[in-house]
Nanobody, 111 residues
Framework: QVQLVESGGGLVQPGGSLRLSCAVSGLIVRINPMGWYRQAPGRERELVAQ???????NYADSVKDRFTISRDNAKNTVYLQMNNLKPEDTAVYYC?????WGQGTLVTVSS
């Protein structure tokens, strides 16, 4: 059974940083594509970043040069480092792998 558990969300001021973690069980992150998505109030869920099994990463245009997706194969965990956060980054962030979603973690960017 695949389980994904996100953590690391919270309240941050504009320009600040957060690192989200996605602890994975039942699925090996090293050999599976993994992604981070987000859903803001009243909007559809959208892809933020994903990393292929080969380690290739791609990003939504809105987060390029600010967000970085990475994985720790030893911990079987995927991360999303978010820098220079903006109010429009406010959303629930979800991890996805193996067609399974995590429960989400809320990120609020506000002064």
């Amino acid at each position: 059974q695949v389980q994904l558990v996100e953590s690391g969300g919270g309240l941050v001021q504009p320009g600040g940083s957060l690192r989200l973690s996605c602890a994975v069980s039942g699925l090996i992150v090293r050999i599976n594509p993994m992604g981070w998505y987000r859903q803001a109030p009243g909007r559809e869920r959208e892809l933020v970043a994903q990393v292929s099994s080969g380690g290739f990463a791609n990003y939504a245009d809105s987060v390029k040069d600010r967000f970085t997706i990475s994985r720790d194969n030893a911990k079987n965990t995927v991360y999303l480092q978010m820098n220079n956060l903006k109010p429009e980054d406010t959303a629930v962030y979800y991890c996805r792998g193996g067609l399974v979603w995590g429960q989400g973690t809320l990120v609020t960017v506000s002064s």
